[in-house]
């Protein structure tokens, strides 16, 4: 029987759906911190926007 493989073939940037075959090996603990580390001063600059807007808001009531 005949088992069809659903190949897809992408030119430059992969589209959303693109298939990736195999697992990828967990990040390494120096990296993984990073990564938190990072995502860490996203949220804290988001917070300082939402601050602001908040403040702004209420100043114009």
């Known amino acids: ?3 069809r493989r659903s190949w897809r073939f992408y030119f430059g940037i ?3 759906g693109f298939y990736f ?3 990828k090996p967990p ?3 120096e ?3 990073d990564m938190l ?3 860490k001063k996203e949220l804290e600059e988001e917070l300082k926007e939402v ?3 908040i ?5 114009s009531s």
Request: glycine letters at 8%.
């Open 31 to 33: 990296e993984y911190l």
């Open 37 to 39: 580390q990072e995502y």
């Open 14 to 16: 992969p589209s959303f």
């Open 1 to 3: 029987m005949w088992h």
């Open 21 to 23: 075959h195999g697992r």
């Open 51 to 53: 601050e602001k807007e």
């Open 27 to 29: 990040p390494a603990k």
């Open 55 to 59: 403040d702004e808001v209420r100043g």
